[in-house]
């Protein structure tokens, strides 16, 4: 992927994100970034269904790296298995991490290959994952519950 | 006209245009070779008078608070305690002082643009103490008059605690003033001067301010240290709120114990000696230019600043009205963090965030900002980069992404 053209899906998810703007109905679980090296504050919102997201929203301020990688990602994971998120989310740190990845899974978000030129910028890319995780732990440790 | 000579800062001989003074000032050299020339030479403990270089600390150390006591005209050196930083030097007013002083239903007033180390003391205050905490409305500039301090007052006020200057609206507030409000309706006034005594003439007696606060950090000094200052009757009824080894007179195991006299009282365990001899210093440095001159200096650099900011339709200004070196701005459609770091990629250093003013939202219903606060080192040829860098920022996604 050349410079422009991971310039241009960067800027056009940020500018025009897709997925914004929470439904908060009782069927999503919520997560709230908490990066504490950062002034990014993203909610996202997840609905699964039998092991499937079926929907997913996230709304509020944040820098144009975490706000397009989030808006590249939920795009990227309804419809997915809750395993297959899981192996995106993993692809997609090794990418930023600079280990072994899977290219024809990353699709879009190969437009983040070289965030790890900029060290600053990493916990930024990896926001939406972290927060996705979150949700996800949530929803174990409910089920557990239960 | 530039008020000093930048070579007394060797990081400034880096290609480095630093505006985030609101954050951490820069040190001069002599700062730094003072605390040097303490660990080199006489590295003792303080107050372990037998042997000639703890005196040499011991004295060192104490005169820095003769020089503090002078440089904000306070009576007594002994109305000068060395703390951690403001935040540290707030929280002691707090829970050494206000725990004690305010009972049920006693309010306390602040406003919604105080630095977090001003408000959530008190808030967690209130969470022991029944006490009211409210917020003196601001104007439409997020200013605070003196017509909102007096209608903010009633019989249950006992104090007023507001920074002089806003560390993001950067409003001048006028102490003098509001102090004698404050004492005619019989408020304790404390001052958190953390972004005002490193820019401008400080006078306790003059402004008869009852606790004030600051970092050394702030105003060339050393990070770790920072100073409380208490009229000396309120100093002799705050608590200590840490214990342990150079406060106390004598104790015994049945847990009668006697502190020592003010102010090394609230002064426990070792001191940050070098940190405390590296303030001294920055405070000669200081008084070698004058407060005036720097508060006048910096009024300059920002109307400037204003002036060339505002021909460009792109950016949000905030706060152009306050008297101070603070501007809070935005890149219309950028985000904060974005903006700092495009002008990062050109070496200029300046805060993006909420700059731990996090309920001033409710005021400027924006969360961030990004802020430019000037010290007397920066320049007016510092500015004409910064102003066209931002020009030229159609290519900001080009340089960031």
Redesign the interface.
């Known amino acids: 992927m050349d410079s422009e053209l ?2 241009e899906i ?2 056009d998810n940020y ?1 025009n994100p897709y997925h914004k703007g929470l439904k908060n109905q009782p069927d999503y679980i919520k997560a709230n970034t908490n990066n504490e090296s ?4 993203i909610d996202i919102e997840l609905k699964i269904e039998d092991g499937k997201i079926i929907d997913a929203n996230f709304d509020g ?5 975490s ?1 397009s990688a989030t808006s590249i990602f939920l795009r990227k994971i309804i419809g997915k298995t809750i395993e297959e998120v899981k192996e995106l989310i993993n692809n997609y740190e090794n990418l930023i991490n600079e280990k072994d990845y899977d290219e024809n899974k990353l699709g879009e978000l190969m437009a983040y290959d070289t965030i790890y030129l900029q060290p ?2 990493k916990t930024c890319a990896l926001l939406p994952v972290n927060t996705i995780e979150k949700i996800l732990l949530q929803m174990e440790e409910e089920k557990n519950w239960k | 006209m530039i008020i000093i000579n930048r070579e007394d800062f060797p990081i400034l001989n880096k290609d480095l245009i630093y505006f985030d003074n609101g954050a951490t000032t820069l040190k001069p050299k002599c700062v730094i070779d003072a605390m040097n020339d303490y660990y080199y030479n006489y590295g003792a403990n303080i107050h372990r008078g037998d042997y000639k270089i703890s005196l040499e600390a011991s004295n060192a150390y104490e005169e820095v608070r003769n020089k503090v006591a002078r440089f904000i005209n306070a009576k007594s050196a002994n109305e000068i305690v060395f703390t951690s930083g403001a935040t540290d030097s707030l929280n002691k007013i707090v829970f050494g002082f206000m725990k004690n002083y305010l009972d049920e239903n006693d309010e306390v007033l602040l406003t919604k643009s105080e630095h977090a180390s001003n408000v959530l003391p008190w808030l967690e205050l209130a969470k022991i103490k029944n006490i009211k905490i409210k917020y003196i409305p601001l104007n439409q500039q997020h200013e605070l008059t003196i017509e909102k301090v007096k209608e903010s007052i009633n019989k249950n006020t006992k104090v007023i605690s507001i920074a002089a200057i806003t560390n993001v609206v950067g409003d001048v507030r006028d102490i003098n003033k509001i102090s004698k409000i404050a004492h005619e309706n019989n408020i304790i006034l404390v001052v958190d001067g953390a972004q005002s005594v490193p820019h401008m003439k400080t006078d306790v007696i003059k402004d008869d301010i009852d606790f004030l606060a600051f970092s050394a950090h702030k105003m060339l000094g050393p990070t770790g240290v920072g100073v409380l200052y208490g009229k000396t009757k309120y100093l002799e009824k705050m608590a200590p709120i840490e214990f342990g080894g150079g406060m106390n007179q004598y104790f015994e195991v049945d847990g009668e114990v006697e502190y020592k006299s003010i102010p090394t009282r609230f002064e426990a365990g070792t001191p940050p000696i070098s940190e405390v001899i590296g303030l001294g210093k920055a405070l000669d440095y200081l008084e070698s230019i004058g407060m005036d001159k720097i508060y006048n200096y910096e009024k300059e650099l920002k109307h400037y600043l204003i002036n060339k900011l505002k021909k460009n339709p792109k950016i949000i200004l905030y706060n152009e009205s306050s008297e101070s070196g603070i501007l809070a701005f935005n890149l219309e ?1 950028i ?4 903006t700092a ?1 495009y002008l990062d990629h050109y070496n200029i250093c300046l805060r ?3 700059h731990c003013a996090k309920i001033l939202k409710d005021e400027i219903n924006i ?2 900002t990004c802020r430019i606060s000037l010290y007397f080192y920066n320049t007016k040829e510092e500015i004409d980069k910064l102003v066209e860098i931002l020009e030229k920022s159609d290519d900001l ?2 340089i ?2």
């Open positions: 991971k310039r960067i800027v500018q950062c002034i990014d504050n301020e944040a820098c144009a790296i706000t600053n910028r | 459609g985000f904060s963090q974005d770091i993006a965030g909420n969360k961030n996604y080009k960031i992404l």
